[in-house]
């Protein structure tokens, strides 16, 4: 996963026309999401991975959620990386995969999330395994079906491009309930 930056106010040359573009990144951010890649959500491919996994998860306390937390942190960049090759090779993960890559570079991640924000797919190996913690999850599954959550626009000091996460809840439309969510990371120097 790329090391992202927020974006100081202050401190990088690029900053000046980043924060005189906030609201244009911003609304660029929000048209692209609506327009492309909201739909991914209601993909039947992803909502039956969801319920998989949610059923095998269904009773994880948060002990066990640290615990393989843990093992993916400690797998990350291992050649024996068996809970994130659980996560990038299933048959969703590459479905994801071919949606991020349809993009052509607009797009920099996708991954979906069960019920308790444990990673079910990635088009990319991201960071941590438990997105539980994080905003992405907590206003979006946390708060039940319709919720999008846009992250804050920053710099990938990697890449000098500028990004920002969108999120939303995952609902089964079979019943009406959420069942987990998706994130996605949107390239803002792609789009302007």
Known sequence: MFKRTLLPLFALP?????????????????????????????DPM???????????????????????DALW????????????????ANPAAIYLRQQVEAMGGSVTEAFIMDQHGLNVAASHVTSDYWQGDEAKYQETFARGPGQVHYGDIEL?????????????????????????????GINLTALM
């Open 14 to 42: 690029l900053v000046a026309p980043i924060a005189a573009q906030a609201d244009e990144f911003a609304a660029a951010m929000e048209s692209f999401f609506t327009e492309n890649a909201a739909n991914w959500a209601s």
């Open 46 to 68: 992803f909502v039956a991975a969801i319920r998989a996994q949610n059923l095998e998860t269904a009773d994880y306390d948060q002990t066990r959620i640290d615990e393989f």
């Open 73 to 88: 942190r400690g797998q990350v960049g291992s050649a024996d990386a068996a809970l994130i090759q659980e996560v990038m």
């Open 156 to 184: 990938d000091q990697s890449t000098q491009t500028v990004q920002g996460q969108v999120s939303m809840t995952i609902v089964d439309d079979a019943t009406g309930e959420p069942i987990g969510a998706m994130t996605i």
